[in-house]
């Protein structure tokens, strides 16, 4: 089946437009301006003109156009848009006879070209045969209101008016190949709609030639090429450059590509939006075919008039769609805004991420924690998906359809992530939010195996031929996602930055909190600081006083007397404790860490030392399961840790046999240190309360007394110490507090 569009050999790496030349349906002329001096013309001069080449060149074109006409041509090349004149209409006396041509010009390296074909047709009746088909064709395309309607349209109205056997509408994807959207043809010729083509077969060259001459007539396939004499042209010294010209003679690679079609004429229009080739108007006759220069004009009107229309309808389209966009977008930034956590605001609404970009899926890696919605991959695939996008994307933003041909893993969640777009926040700290789309398994009628698009071969003088076998091509495409419009690609760009303003924001917001919670703790210590020490001093007062009253009038009072000045005293004693460990407290908090390399069985010697008269007294087991690690650390704040805590637990235990256990947990990051008792438990709901400032759960004697700061010394060395505390205990049976420290352990 031969069923490739015509211009294959048009697109191949032959130096086209130097091809030396011409096509033999018309006369081609390299003219000198001003003197108007012919320099070139194809050997074919004596057939339409009556001069053989030698009589003609270094003559001026007064040689065989009289001067009247000549004057009405200086006038026309004086003018700025030279094309726009064509045709010129010369009446040239040959053999005595005057026949008429279409003159076309244009400059090609500052050289006039001429290319002059008969005028076959009388022009009234080429106006009122072709007028009306065309007037009527433009109403059609007008009412039609459907992109696939308008190029079925443009496909039927072009073959009614150039009579062609077959005419198509041929479109280029985004990837570069292309595909037939409209035909129409004879009924007894096989359909090429919906068929699709290679990107080689229409490479760069080809389309460069495309959009620099919108038609591209070939009457006859079969026709001998007419050599330019000479071949160089003798002012420049190069072969002239054919890029625009009508009658450049097709390459013999692309001849064979005819034959191989059976298509001996064939007309191309060139459908150009913003000066880029969307696609081409392909005509293919089975007999040679010529079309007067006015017909291939209207057409290619037809042509961009319908790419126009087309453009028009697509950005209407997309303009709808970035509106809705836009909403979305700034929907997620309200969201952002209102919540607390801006990931909230992009995932926990009726309109989310997924809308934005028209994903399925979605995941923002933010700080080390992997939030999703919608299908994606498992989090360990995101993890190290993420982490490759961390080593190999440079940009803010990267999107393919077919991720698996850049991270060939992603083969194993196809049906999830076939298609990636992926928005950086911040590189160095591995943030970023990745939308996917799953695998579209299309079917793709190619015409001809696409891989392979040419054979290289030496034979008879072709040095390349155009594939031979165009048998249909079914390909399963597969490992592919529906593509990333480029205004999806802009609103997640557009949210990124919006996303980056409020992290920064938010940012800001929680440095200017903590600046003054700062601010309010340090006034706090002072305040506590001032307000213990200011007291202590009447307090000590008192207290003496109240032992003086004892000592020198105790006698003087009867027993009740004596009993409230006891108290009295025992109350001053006590407040003089809570003042101390308030101070204490808020010393804390004025005092730098000094941090050291710190062997903590040594610290726990000690303390035990300290405690043993007690441990002693209790008979309590003091268990070590194994040494604990050297950190750094302050030693006399984490003695104090470890002081309260063993001390903690030899008083709350009203067990026989008691016991302590202290220990760590090796493998855990920070490391996990616990103190274990066998006492008399806490119940639950107590557990946060025990921290509290001067909290007891007993009365102020009981369990051997004590102000209830201890916890909160605790855990405020911890904190300082970027460690936490919490409590684990059943209620009778034991409590264990467990806490962690961050410095670096030194085995
Ligand atoms: P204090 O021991 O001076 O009362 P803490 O802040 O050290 O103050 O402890 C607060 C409260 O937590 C204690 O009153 C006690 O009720 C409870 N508690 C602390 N350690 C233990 C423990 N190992 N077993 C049972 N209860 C405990």
């Known amino acids: 089946m031969n069923n490739h569009l015509l211009p294959i050999s048009e697109y191949t790496p032959e130096?086209?437009?130097?091809?030396?030349?011409?096509?033999?349906?018309?006369?081609?002329?390299?003219?000198?301006?001003?003197?108007?001096?012919?320099?070139?013309?194809?050997?074919?001069?004596?057939?339409?003109?009556?001069?053989?080449?030698?009589?003609l060149l270094n003559q001026p074109l007064s040689k065989f156009i009289d001067q009247?006409?000549?004057?009405?041509?200086?006038?026309?090349?004086?003018?700025?848009?030279?094309?726009?004149?064509?045709?010129?209409?010369?009446?040239?006396?040959?053999?005595?006879?005057?026949?008429?041509?279409?003159?076309?010009?244009?400059?090609?390296?500052?050289?006039?070209?001429?290319?002059?074909?008969?005028?076959?047709?009388?022009?009234?009746?080429?106006?009122?045969?072709?007028?009306?088909?065309?007037?009527?064709a433009v109403s059609k395309l007008k009412g039609a209101d459907s992109t696939p309607l308008i190029c079925q349209i443009l496909a039927k109205e072009v073959r009614k008016i150039t009579g062609f056997d077959r005419v198509m509408l041929y479109k280029f994807d985004d990837d570069g190949h292309g595909y037939v959207i409209a035909?129409?043809?004879?009924?007894?010729?096989?359909?090429?709609?919906?068929l699709h083509y290679p990107e080689s077969d229409i490479p760069r060259v080809a389309r460069e030639l495309f959009t620099s001459n919108y038609t591209r007539l070939i009457p006859d396939a079969n026709a001998k090429p007419i050599e330019i004499i000479p071949c160089h042209n003798p002012i420049t010294n190069q072969p002239t450059d054919l890029t625009n010209s009508m009658l450049r003679s097709a390459s013999p690679c692309h001849i064979q590509y005819l034959h191989n079609m059976g298509v001996a004429a064939s007309l191309t229009i060139s459908l150009v939006k913003d000066q880029k080739?969307?696609?081409?108007?392909?005509?293919?006759?089975?007999?040679?075919?010529?079309?007067?220069?006015e017909i291939r004009s209207a057409c290619e009107i037809l042509g961009q008039m319908t790419s126009l229309e087309l453009a028009n309808k697509q950005d209407n389209q997309d303009s709808e769609y970035k509106i809705h966009l836009a909403s979305i977008q700034s929907k997620l930034?309200?969201?952002?805004?209102?919540?607390?956590?801006?990931?909230?605001?992009?995932?926990?609404?009726?309109?989310?991420?997924?809308?934005?970009?028209?994903?399925?899926?979605?995941?923002?890696?933010?700080?080390?924690?992997?939030?999703?919605?919608?299908?994606?991959?498992?989090?360990?695939?995101?993890q190290k998906l993420v982490a490759w996008i961390n080593q190999n994307l440079q940009e803010s933003i990267f999107y393919t359809n077919t991720l698996y041909q850049f991270y060939?893993?992603?083969?194993?969640?196809?049906?999830?992530?076939?298609?990636?777009?992926?928005?950086?926040?911040?590189?160095?700290?591995?943030?970023?939010?990745?939308?996917?789309?799953?695998?579209?398994?299309?079917?793709?009628?190619?015409?001809?195996?696409?891989?392979?698009?040419?054979?290289?071969?030496?034979?008879?003088?072709?040095?390349?031929?155009?594939?031979?076998?165009?048998?249909?091509?079914?390909?399963?495409?597969q490992l592919k996602s529906l593509p990333w419009k480029s205004c999806e690609v802009n609103a997640a760009?557009?949210?990124?930055?919006?996303?980056?303003?409020?992290?920064?924001?938010?940012?800001?917001?929680?440095?200017?909190?903590?600046?003054?919670?700062?601010?309010?703790?340090?006034?706090?210590?002072?305040?506590?600081?001032?307000?213990?020490?200011?007291?202590?001093?009447?307090?000590?007062?008192?207290?003496?006083?109240?032992?003086?009253?004892?000592?020198?009038?105790?006698?003087?009072?009867?027993?009740?007397?004596?009993?409230?000045?006891?108290?009295?005293?025992?109350?001053?004693?006590?407040?003089?404790?809570?003042?101390?460990?308030?101070?204490?407290?808020?010393r804390l908090g004025r005092i730098d860490l000094s941090m050291q390399q710190i062997d903590l069985n040594k610290i726990l010697d000690n303390i035990l030392d300290l405690l043993s008269p007690r441990i002693e007294q209790e008979k309590i087991e003091i268990r070590i399961p194994e040494p604990l690690p050297k950190i750094y650390c302050d030693r006399v704040q984490i003695s104090e840790v470890f002081n309260n805590l063993i001390a903690n637990a030899i008083k709350y235990n009203d067990k026989d046999e008691k016991w302590i256990e202290i220990g760590y947990l090796p493998e855990t990051n920070p490391l996990q240190f616990y103190v274990k008792d066998n006492g008399i438990g806490i119940k639950n709901k107590h557990f946060n309360t025990i921290f509290r400032i001067f909290k007891r759960l007993h009365g102020p004697s009981k369990y051997g007394g004590g102000t209830g700061a201890?916890?909160?010394?605790?855990?405020?060395?911890?904190?300082?110490?970027d460690g936490k505390i919490w409590v684990e205990s059943i209620y009778g049976e034991g409590t264990t507090f467990y806490f962690t420290l961050q410095g670096d352990e030194v085995q």
Not at 33 to 52: A, C, D, M, R, Y
Not at 183 to 194: A, F, I, V
Not at 285 to 292: F, I, M, V
Request: overall charge negative.
């Open 408 to 477: 060939p893993p992603a083969e194993e969640f196809r049906n999830l992530a076939s298609g990636l777009l992926v928005v950086s926040i911040a590189k160095s700290q591995k943030n970023y939010i990745l939308w996917f789309r799953p695998e579209v398994l299309q079917t793709i009628d190619w015409a001809g195996n696409p891989y392979q698009p040419l054979q290289i071969m030496e034979d008879e003088g072709i040095p390349l031929s155009p594939r031979k076998s165009f048998e249909l091509w079914k390909e399963i495409v």
């Open 183 to 194: 035909e129409d043809k004879l009924d007894s010729l096989e359909t090429y709609l919906g």
């Open 68 to 136: 009247e006409q000549i004057n009405v041509f200086l006038d026309y090349l004086s003018q700025q848009d030279l094309q726009s004149s064509n045709p010129i209409e010369f009446t040239i006396n040959v053999r005595d006879e005057n026949i008429d041509f279409d003159g076309v010009i244009h400059r090609s390296q500052d050289i006039l070209i001429l290319e002059l074909e008969p005028t076959l047709l009388d022009k009234s009746k080429v106006f009122f045969k072709f007028y009306p088909l065309i007037k009527l």
């Open 277 to 293: 080739l969307w696609g081409l108007i392909a005509c293919h006759h089975q007999l040679p075919k010529y079309l007067p220069y």
């Open 15 to 55: 130096p086209i437009k130097f091809i030396g030349f011409t096509q033999p349906h018309g006369v081609f002329l390299a003219i000198k301006e001003p003197e108007l001096t012919i320099l070139q013309v194809s050997n074919n001069t004596s057939h339409f003109l009556g001069f053989p080449p030698e009589d």
């Open 710 to 721: 201890g916890l909160t010394i605790v855990q405020k060395i911890l904190e300082k110490h």
């Open 493 to 586: 760009l557009e949210l990124r930055n919006s996303i980056i303003g409020v992290v920064l924001r938010k940012v800001d917001e929680l440095e200017v909190l903590n600046r003054d919670l700062e601010r309010s703790n340090n006034e706090l210590d002072a305040f506590a600081y001032i307000a213990s020490h200011d007291l202590k001093e009447p307090l000590r007062g008192i207290h003496n006083y109240s032992n003086f009253l004892i000592e020198d009038y105790g006698e003087t009072l009867n027993e009740d007397g004596q009993s409230k000045l006891r108290t009295l005293i025992r109350l001053t004693q006590r407040m003089e404790d809570l003042i101390d460990s308030l101070l204490h407290f808020s």
């Open 333 to 382: 930034i309200e969201y952002m805004s209102i919540d607390k956590n801006f990931i909230d605001g992009l995932i926990n609404h009726k309109i989310n991420i997924l809308n934005l970009v028209n994903a399925q899926g979605a995941a923002i890696c933010f700080d080390g924690e992997y939030i999703t919605i919608g299908n994606t991959p498992e989090q360990k695939d995101i």
